[in-house]
């Protein structure tokens, strides 16, 4: 008798150690993983979209207009290239004179009426092709400042105070060109160099940042950072009347 009640004692001690102890799950029968999947392709830059043209005092804002008067959209942009350059506007000079700046970028808002605000000239350039294989931006002076049969003969144009910015989380490592000068038997002269990898996104470079700016460049330049220089013996003998030069804008390969 009493070697029976141990015995069922001893079972029921079993028996309750074992419903005590955790149930041992099998993953595979109680959970499974659904997969999710997206396919990404090129995009498309709209040179017509405000932003589009990165304002590049304020990146992180609304976009330079692609109608505020000066600023010239590529209307054959896709996924990669010039997406808008702006006119140089040297205004009038006298018989004589050897210098001139350009006037700054006067903003718009969207209906095209002027914010008081002014930009320094832009060149505004892009990648959303999703290979980044990198590219240099090369300006040139094709044509020399002419009024018919006058020619501003060895002028040339001057570029500093460059400030670059994007709206994306692309890079650029290598700074901007500090001081370019183009000339119209100088060739095509290097801006900015991205390398393999870097570049992506919408990207301006500027000359000369405006009063209002709050970054560590160089305020109030935005009107006196691309320069014309005219030889002293080409100026005194200018006719009157306006003379039109071209600066080329190109998207290379990476240098």
């Not at 028996?15 to 595979?28: C, E, F, H, M």
């Not at 589009?52 to 290239?81: A, L, R």
């Not at 570049?199 to 014309?228: C, I, M, P, R």
Request: net charge negative; glycine share 10%.
């Amino acid at each position: 008798m009493k070697l029976s009640k141990l015995c069922a004692a001893a079972l029921i001690a079993v028996i309750g150690a074992t419903a005590a102890l955790p149930v041992a799950v099998s993953a595979n029968q109680t959970s499974l993983d659904s997969t999710g999947t997206v396919t990404v392709g090129k995009g498309t830059i709209d040179p017509e979209d405000p932003n589009s043209i990165v304002d590049p005092e304020d990146p992180d804002g609304p976009g330079i207009d692609p109608e505020t008067p000066g600023v010239k959209p590529n209307p054959d942009i896709d996924d990669k290239g010039i997406i808008a350059v702006s006119d140089l506007n040297f205004g009038n000079i006298a018989i004589g004179t050897t210098t001139a700046n350009a006037a700054s970028v006067a903003l718009v808002d969207d209906a095209g009426v002027a914010t008081g605000e002014t930009r320094g000239n832009i060149v505004s350039f892009g990648d959303v092709t999703g290979t980044y294989t990198g590219y240099t931006i090369y300006g040139e002076l094709t044509s020399q400042f002419t009024n018919g049969t006058t020619t501003l003969d060895a002028s040339t144009i001057t570029y500093t105070n460059p400030l670059l910015a994007t709206s994306g989380t692309g890079t650029i490592a290598a700074a901007p060109e500090a001081v370019v000068v183009l000339s119209k038997d100088g060739g095509t002269k290097s801006f900015v160099k991205a390398a393999n990898t870097e570049g992506s996104g919408l990207w301006t470079l500027e000359f000369g940042q405006s009063s209002t700016y709050t970054g560590s460049a160089a305020t109030a330049t935005d009107n006196k950072s691309v320069t014309l220089d005219i030889p002293t013996s080409v100026a005194s003998a200018m006719t009157t009347g306006t003379y039109t030069a071209t600066v080329t804008w190109t998207m290379g390969a990476t240098a």
